[in-house]
């Protein structure tokens, strides 16, 4: 399907209604077993996706789904406790539909986070890694369809999906905190399956560093509507192929689990510089 602008008001208009004059400037989509960061969120109003006109349901592991609004390190934000994937089910306009409404409400800048397998044989897992590019090349773009101008131009740009000026301030935060931050490049696969040992190798050859399953859908259609773009990626495994051993979805919320303090640490030092 393709939503209307008027269907993208709607869902704009409740949580309106249940947030008052509260108004988000940075939008956070927090992926597996990351979900915590909105537990942390100062004055929070929580809005459930199932209230939501239009909304989809997050059914992954891991994901709580829901809307938490209020500050972190004194940044309004707007935190999604759980995406929406395709392989839920949803098409890729559904997948990324809240980013658009989030667009609505005030948001100029969306930071995304995720737990992917990682591909460069020369890290390992547990490492933290800044996204300064994707690869999708399966199935159709969530801008598929009617062009809705009020977010966008028909055929927008893609050089910077992931904005210059907030790599810099990741790798600020990063050395100040002591952090080792990798730098990579995501690539997207549909799933749920994990990817097969000579996926990872195809990936490998095309430049990625990073396998998922989400994440660049959301991007695109930030993109597409003019907002900065802050991207992290938790190397929660080793791709298939490179260790002899079957994945798990434990293993990634496991992962994601051990490094949260230093993950949490890296992104509340980047809120607090964009304040």
Not at 149 to 156: A, E, T
């Amino acid at each position: 399907m393709n939503y209307t602008f008027e269907q993208y008001q709607q869902s704009a208009d409740y949580i309106r209604s249940k947030i008052g004059a509260f108004s988000p400037k940075v939008a956070m989509v927090l992926g597996s077993g990351l979900g915590y960061m909105g537990d942390i969120v100062e004055e929070a109003v929580a809005v459930p996706y199932g209230e939501i006109p239009h909304f989809k349901a997050s059914t992954a592991p891991g994901h709580k789904g829901r809307l938490v609004f209020g500050k972190l390190e004194g940044v309004p934000v707007a935190v999604m406790q759980g995406r929406m994937h395709h392989y839920e089910g949803y098409s890729y306009e559904e997948v990324a539909y809240a980013v658009r409404v989030l667009k609505l409400l005030g948001c100029d800048t969306l930071i995304v986070t995720n737990a992917a397998g990682c591909v460069n044989t020369s890290w390992k897992a547990g490492d933290l890694m800044l996204i300064t590019d994707q690869i999708k090349i399966f199935m159709e773009s969530p801008l598929r369809g009617e062009n809705l101008p009020q977010f966008g131009v028909r055929f927008p740009d893609a050089s910077h999906l992931y904005t210059p000026a907030l790599q810099d301030m990741a790798r600020k935060a990063a050395g100040e905190l002591g952090i080792a931050l990798k730098e990579g490049v995501y690539m997207y696969f549909p799933g749920p399956q994990y990817e097969t040992p000579a996926e990872v190798r195809f990936a490998r050859i095309a430049g990625a560093d990073a396998v998922g399953m989400s994440t660049a859908p959301e991007v695109i259609v930030a993109g597409h509507c003019g907002m900065q773009v802050l991207g992290f990626t938790l190397l929660s495994n080793m791709a298939a192929g490179i260790l002899d051993q079957p994945l798990s979805e434990e293993e990634v919320l496991e992962a994601a689990e051990a490094c949260k303090d230093k993950f949490s640490k890296l992104v509340l030092s980047c809120l607090k510089q964009m304040g």
